[in-house]
T-cell receptor, first 112, second 115 residues
């Protein structure tokens, strides 16, 4: 069965510092992967997606993610975070043609 | 593009009443819509998958008679919480996609509080 693990529940980084949020997946076939961001009391916004091709994916708001099949990972990165990046981040894996499975989320706090 | 509108954003009602939540895809046709429930500081729990013109597929443990889903058109799905009770209080989020293997686009959620 497919699953997604986000090992970090909460991360705090200083404004201007680099960021990496970890995501590991378990899926028998070639996965399609997503990162979403959720601000408090709101829905989810798609940051980026990977279906095939280039393993380094560029997204919105300066985020990127790298698909590493050998490590079953799809980590999210940003070279310099802004205070407005504070939010909950969810990694998700596509389970075939139907639903997607979400990780438990990582809450990002920004230190001034 | 890919805007999903969810209404209402917040509702408070008495125990025993039914509440309807609407999910609309504003600028695309959604072959499939999804309904999620999210508890505080937790991830999204898929409740059901809704395909236009057919019955919804409910996840295990979700009462289909309690959470009625209708997907009458390619741009509208509704979730009705029937005879709501305090334990149904939660944040409900819908999403929509244009086809298989496509990303889901989310509404802003509905905060449901049952007194």
């Amino acid at each position: 069965a497919q699953s997604v693990t986000q090992p970090d529940i909460h991360i705090t980084v200083s404004e201007g510092a680099s960021l990496e949020l970890r995501c590991n997946y378990s899926y028998g076939a070639t996965p399609y992967l997503f990162w979403y961001v959720q601000s408090p009391g709101q829905g989810l916004q798609l940051l980026l997606k990977y279906f095939s091709g280039d393993t380094l994916v560029q997204g919105i708001k300066g985020f990127e993610a790298e698909f590493k099949r050998s490590q079953s990972s799809f980590n999210l990165r940003k070279p310099s975070v802004h205070w407005s990046d504070a939010a909950e981040y969810f990694c998700a894996v596509g389970a075939g043609a139907s639903k997607i499975i979400f990780g438990s989320g990582t809450r990002l706090s920004i230190r001034p | 593009g890919a805007v999903v509108s969810q209404h209402p954003s917040w509702v408070i009602c008495k125990s025993g009443t039914s509440v309807k939540i609407e999910c609309r895809s504003l600028d695309f046709q959604a072959t499939t819509m999804f309904w999620y429930r999210q508890f505080p500081k937790q991830s999204l729990m898929l409740m059901a998958t809704s395909n236009e013109g057919s019955k919804a597929t409910y996840e295990q443990g979700v009462e289909k008679d309690k959470f009625l889903i209708n997907h009458a058109s390619l741009t509208l799905s509704t979730l009705t919480v029937t005879s709501a009770h305090p334990e149904d209080s939660s944040f409900y989020i819908c999403s929509a996609r244009t086809g298989e293997y496509q990303p889901q686009h989310f509404g802003d959620g509905t905060r449901l509080s049952i007194l």
